[in-house]
């Protein structure tokens, strides 16, 4: 049975801000749970719900100054905001008039499975009226240990991971990926061939958690690098790869500049890669990247506000997979991801402590139980170090 720790305290965390700004922004991938959340939000708030899929819905909106001030006094939850970006000024508009009339915070809740219209004209237009909020996929502090194994195989989205069987489950994944290309991608308006850009996210899962070559990756491609930047940013923008940017030292000229990038969910990565079961992930040459990519995913989904992730690789070799800063800390904390019940650590990993000076150290590891390794180093599984770092909220 799947808890709801996480959901619960993203759902309390849009409740604060909602106290506190007049609008705040939901975002993530399509059927991640951002409608099932914002419609919890909204039914205790009594709020007015809006999706603009929906052509009776839009056309609400024909007049949106009208409309919206016509429910001035309630919650707007308007979902897929990307579909109408010219409403921002409008609810610039009538945010500055509600501040006039003391109506301060919770005028809307605006929903968006994608950052690329959202974010931009959001800051152009609310710069100071908005709060955003992510919503990752489920992480294993919801599904518990025993869920462990078909979590990582599966992937966090939900339908993916709650499938009576793998082949419903790879199902619905095939599903998901032909729906971005063929419907999601073109409705926001790049005019890319679904074949081409399938490619792409596959050239993409062979790399999880390697450095950036935009040039390697633009021959394989045949486009130039600024094209295949753009495809790099478009899946950024749309939740569906993360760019791991490198920690640096000021001052340093050794450390290695290029971001690592990660397919965010592992069972979407494991469908494009032609992975079917438990068996097939174990023994696949990226088990290793994909074990890595989803326990990345799984620490930042629980940083606190003001967290940051990144890595550390020197052009020596030293290297830590995963740095956190973290507001209320006397350091970073340095995260090694070993997929092993008995780990062990490269010289790199001491190296790179030298310049990183962690407050803590964590071989993040398949053990169940947290142990020493000496030199300041704890062994600890998933679900512990994300209890670690809970305790920090």
């Not at 949106?64 to 897929?80: F, K, T």
């Not at 100071?128 to 989205?157: K, Q």
Request: glycine residues 10%; proline residues 4%.
């Amino acid at each position: 049975m799947i808890t709801r720790m996480i959901r619960r305290f993203i759902e309390d965390e849009v409740r604060d801000l909602l106290g506190q700004f007049p609008a705040v922004a939901l975002l993530g991938p399509r059927q991640i749970g951002k409608t099932t959340l914002a419609r919890q939000i909204g039914e205790a708030a009594g709020a007015l719900y809006l999706d603009l899929e929906l052509p009776g819905d839009l056309a609400k909106l024909s007049d949106p100054a009208d409309y919206l001030e016509r429910h001035a006094g309630r919650l707007v939850v308007l979902d897929e905001i990307q579909r109408l970006p010219e409403i921002f000024p409008v609810l610039r508009s009538l945010i500055d008039q509600g501040r006039q009339q003391g109506r301060k915070a919770g005028r809307f809740l605006l929903l968006g499975s994608a950052s690329i219209e959202l974010l931009r004209q959001s800051s152009e237009s609310l710069a100071g009226r908005l709060a955003t909020v992510e919503l990752s996929g489920l992480t294993l502090s919801e599904t518990g240990r025993e869920s462990m194994e078909a979590l990582w195989l599966r992937g966090g989205f939900p339908e993916s991971l709650l499938a009576k069987d793998e082949v419903q489950s790879a199902r619905w994944r095939e599903a998901f990926i032909r729906s971005y290309l063929e419907r999601d991608i073109p409705q926001l308006g790049p005019r890319i061939a679904a074949e081409t850009l399938r490619r792409f996210w596959i050239m993409l899962a062979h790399e999880q958690g390697g450095l950036v070559n935009a040039a390697q990756l633009a021959r394989s491609l045949a486009v130039s690098g600024k094209t295949l930047a753009s495809y790099l940013d478009l899946f950024v923008d749309l939740f569906l790869v993360r760019r791991l940017e490198p920690w640096h030292a000021r001052g340093s000229k050794r450390l290695v500049k290029s971001p690592k990038i990660y397919l965010r969910d592992s069972g979407i990565l494991h469908q494009l890669l032609g992975i079917r079961d438990i068996e097939g992930l174990l023994s696949h040459p990226l088990a290793g990247a994909s074990w890595e990519g989803w326990v990345i995913e799984n620490v930042i989904a629980h940083l606190p506000r003001g967290g940051r992730a990144s890595f550390f690789r020197s052009s020596a070799g030293a290297e830590i997979d995963l740095v956190l800063d973290l507001p209320g800390q006397s350091g970073p904390w340095a995260l090694e991801i070993k997929r092993s019940r008995s780990p062990r650590l490269e010289r790199g990993f001491y190296h790179a402590r030298i310049d990183v000076k962690p407050a803590r150290c964590f071989v993040v590891c398949t053990t169940e139980e947290a142990f020493s390794l000496g030199n300041g180093i704890e062994a600890i599984g998933l679900a512990g170090i994300l209890a670690e770092l809970t305790h920090l909220f």
